[in-house]
Nanobody, 123 residues
């Protein structure tokens, strides 16, 4: 079972990136999916989550109205559209699959993790 993130990179402040997370080895179409991030010297923090059907989403206050999470169950892929990026958004971004179907911000409710993709926002 693998979750593979892509789409990270270097972007100037105010720019946009779209992260993708593709699942292989099994389907997660009945599982909530989430994005987390970890900046150097900081703990991993919740960014966004989406329920199994895509009909319900949850965001950290720091990214609300800036980031959008979505999923395509036919492709077993979840996305994170990041707009108006700021230097404070610089981190490694991780995709995760939860053991439950309802979206959750709790890190310990996620059983599968990707390897992470670096997002760097320059000022």
């Amino acid at each position: 079972v693998q979750l593979v993130e892509s789409g990270g990179g270097l972007v100037q402040a105010g720019g946009s990136l779209r992260l993708s997370c593709a699942a292989s080895g099994r389907t997660f179409s009945r599982n909530a999916m989430g994005w987390f991030r970890q900046a150097p010297g900081k703990e991993r923090e919740f960014v966004a989550a989406i329920n199994w059907s895509g009909g319900s989403t949850l965001y950290a206050d720091s990214v609300k109205d800036q980031f959008t999470i979505s999923r395509d169950n036919a492709k077993d892929t979840v996305y994170l559209q990041m707009n108006n990026l700021k230097p404070g958004d610089t981190a490694v971004y991780y995709c995760a699959a939860s053991r439950i179907g309802y979206r959750t911000r709790h890190l310990d409710e996620y059983d599968y993790w990707g390897q992470g993709t670096q997002v760097t926002v320059s000022s």
